[in-house]
């Protein structure tokens, strides 16, 4: 079965488990598991990983406009290495106190490759979910796209210290706070840009109108020769953990002086269809194997 699939199936059977991440009576729970073969290239340090580890789960929360409070992780290896775990925690340690949360641990386990499950827990009083966008809204973004895609190119070429930088992406807690209240939909773009935007348009029964230019990343331009391949970069090829959400025409003065980043408008929510340039987006992006 499809990663996608049975995440359907699972959602008929567990209608409480939210978008991102759970809400539970003002509290927000999130899970996630990566490893080694498709997770963390050849070159990515175990600080990097713990970072990374931690952070997609922290992005969770901020996609819901919680507030981060504290996560734990399974570190699952075939050998126990003092300084690679004690890098691992440095890394997660970091990574929480990072958005104003704390890493409180975890547990070991032995396992044929180097697995990491993370959970994540945060407070929101007024969560943001992925189905309250409606027509003539604003679709915007935070930050920039393609980090990852550059930082797995950089890897491949053997600069792991600038792809490591790249992979040690800040989880948008603090503008996922700013936006709880006032954006109407919200979801991180683990899985790139062009799968979140279908699967909020699939949330909130509606359409969007996408418009170039996109934010992309500077690495983007730096490790990719072709206008195709940024594009590509930028839009399918997910794990950016950047912020993709729906404002009231109305509400963006009032955001973005409140955000300590970037937020660009790239379109407008629309009755049905997604489209870029008028031509449509086909839904693409990362799916976990």
Same mark, same amino acid.
Do not use: K
């Given at each position: 079965?499809?990663?996608?699939?049975?995440?359907?199936?699972?959602?008929?059977?567990?209608?409480?488990?939210?978008?991102?991440?759970?809400?539970?009576?003002?509290?927000?729970?999130?899970?996630?598991?990566?490893?080694?073969?498709?997770?963390?290239?050849?070159?990515?340090?175990?600080?990097?990983?713990?970072?990374?580890?931690?952070?997609?789960?922290?992005?969770?929360?901020?996609?819901?406009?919680?507030? $981060?409070?504290?996560?734990?992780?399974?570190?699952?290896?075939?050998?126990?290495?003092?300084?690679?775990?004690?890098?691992?925690?440095?890394?997660?340690?970091?990574?929480?106190?990072?958005?104003?949360?704390?890493?409180?641990?975890?547990?070991?386990?032995?396992?044929?490759?180097?697995?990491?499950?993370?959970?994540?827990?945060?407070?929101?009083?007024?969560?943001?979910?992925?189905?309250?966008?409606?027509?003539?809204? $604003?679709?915007?973004?935070?930050?920039?796209?393609?980090?990852?895609?550059?930082?797995?190119?950089?890897?491949?070429?053997?600069?792991?210290?600038? $792809?490591?930088?790249?992979?040690?992406?800040?989880?948008?807690?603090?503008?996922?706070?700013?936006? $709880?209240?006032?954006?109407?939909?919200?979801?991180?773009?683990?899985?790139?840009?062009?799968?979140?935007?279908?699967?909020?348009?699939?949330?909130?029964?509606?359409?969007?109108?996408?418009?170039?230019?996109?934010?992309?990343?500077?690495?983007?331009?730096?490790?990719?020769?072709?206008?195709?391949?940024?594009?590509?970069?930028?839009?399918?090829?997910?794990?950016?953990?950047?912020?993709?959400?729906?404002?009231?025409?109305?509400?963006?003065?009032?955001?973005?002086?409140?955000?300590?980043?970037?937020?660009?408008?790239?379109?407008?929510?629309?009755?049905?269809?997604?489209?870029?340039?008028?031509?449509?987006?086909?839904?693409?992006?990362?799916?976990?194997?």
């Amino acid at each position: 079965m499809h990663e996608r699939d049975a995440l359907a199936r699972l959602a008929t059977l567990l209608p409480e488990a939210g978008d991102d991440a759970a809400v539970v009576d003002g509290l927000v729970v999130t899970t996630d598991m990566l490893h080694q073969s498709t997770d963390f290239p050849a070159g990515t340090t175990r600080y990097t990983s713990g970072w990374r580890a931690v952070g997609a789960s922290l992005s969770d929360v901020a996609a819901m406009g919680g507030e $981060a409070v504290a996560a734990v992780a399974v570190y699952g290896a075939p050998t126990f290495e003092g300084d690679a775990i004690e890098s691992f925690v440095e890394g997660a340690r970091d990574v929480c106190e990072a958005v104003g949360g704390t890493y409180v641990g975890g547990d070991l386990d032995g396992h044929e490759e180097f697995t990491v499950a993370s959970t994540a827990v945060g407070r929101a009083d007024d969560p943001v979910y992925r189905s309250g966008a409606t027509a003539g809204e $604003a679709v915007c973004v935070t930050g920039t796209l393609g980090r990852s895609a550059a930082a797995l190119r950089l890897f491949r070429n053997g600069d792991s210290d600038r $792809a490591n930088e790249l992979f040690r992406f800040e989880p948008r807690v603090a503008a996922g706070r700013v936006l $709880a209240g006032r954006a109407t939909s919200m979801i991180d773009s683990s899985d790139g840009l062009a799968r979140s935007l279908h699967q909020v348009a699939a949330a909130s029964e509606c359409g969007f109108a996408l418009e170039s230019p996109l934010p992309i990343d500077d690495a983007v331009t730096e490790t990719a020769a072709s206008e195709e391949r940024r594009r590509e970069m930028g839009l399918f090829f997910g794990e950016d953990f950047e912020l993709v959400c729906t404002v009231p025409e109305a509400a963006l003065g009032e955001i973005r002086p409140a955000l300590s980043i970037p937020l660009t408008r790239i379109g407008t929510v629309t009755e049905s269809g997604i489209t870029l340039d008028g031509e449509p987006l086909p839904d693409r992006g990362y799916t976990h194997g």
